[in-house]
T-cell receptor, first 113, second 110 residues
Framework: EPEVTQTPSHQVTQMGQEVILRCVPI?????FYWYRQILGQKVEFLVS????????KSEIFDDQFSVERPDGSNFTLKIRSTKLEDSAMYFC???????????FGNGTRLTVT | KNEVEQSPQNLTAQEGEFITINCSYS?????LHWLQQHPGGGIVSLFM???GKKKHGRLIATINIQEKHSSLHITASHPRDSAVYIC????????????FGKGTKLSVKP
């Protein structure tokens, strides 16, 4: 069965550095999403992306964050000037349509030191 | 903004028991998701429903739109069902903008 794949599985970075989290959604899916889960807390929505543009974003998704679909397969989340509080598990997901079930990747654990 | 509440927060069961996890929300929704989060952190989508009932193997999900309530049932529970079960709701015309519950941690003992 097709899967959403995320790389790396674990990323350690120093405060102030930029990180790029990578995702390969399922190939015939049209909608892409990023979520994050701070350790011990609820999963939170960050952003949804469709037709090469952001369709929705949460209050968390400020100017520090950006998303891109640089080619036909990858979907990336860039975090500029990381802060300690950006440490979390980041999940990518995709869906065939906007109201279809979501398929999640296994997540990237980001640790900011 | 929707508030999503799950109960119980923690649940320990013996293998073979019938399990029910509850989810309630405060504002009308367009869909409700049940998700399973494994100990390693990965998330698997179990159900997406907007009305009635769905069944997949030993799992059954129901939703009552009028009561703003959903339940996830596991029949003949097994230790491999041990995981965190998360309810998440989608409002109106939103797509992936889900509001998540805190999750129910299930442990099934052999």
């Amino acid at each position: 069965e097709p899967e959403v794949t995320q790389t790396p599985s674990h990323q350690v970075t120093q405060m102030g550095q930029e990180v790029i989290l990578r995702c390969v959604p399922i190939s015939n899916h049209l909608y892409f999403y990023w979520y994050r889960q701070i350790l011990g807390q609820k999963v939170e929505f960050l952003v949804s992306f469709y037709n090469n543009e952001i369709s929705e974003k949460s209050e968390i998704f400020d100017d520090q964050f950006s998303v891109e679909r640089p080619d036909g397969s990858n979907f990336t989340l860039k975090i500029r000037s990381t802060k300690l509080e950006d440490s979390a598990m980041y999940f990518c997901a995709s869906s065939r349509q906007g109201n279809s079930p979501l398929h999640f990747g296994n997540g990237t654990r980001l640790t900011v030191t | 903004k929707n508030e999503v509440e799950q109960s119980p927060q923690n649940l320990t069961a013996q293998e073979g028991e019938f399990i029910t996890i509850n989810c309630s929300y405060s504002v009308g929704i367009s869909a409700l998701h049940w998700l399973q989060q494994h100990p390693g952190g990965g998330i698997v989508s179990l159900f997406m429903l907007s009305s009635g009932k769905k069944k997949h193997g030993r799992l059954i999900a129901t939703i009552n739109i009028q009561e703003k309530h959903s339940s996830l049932h596991i029949t003949a529970s097994h230790p491999r069902d041990s995981a965190v079960y998360i309810c998440a709701v989608r409002e109106g015309g939103s797509q992936g903008n889900l509001i998540f519950g805190k999750g129910t941690k299930l442990s099934v003992k052999p």
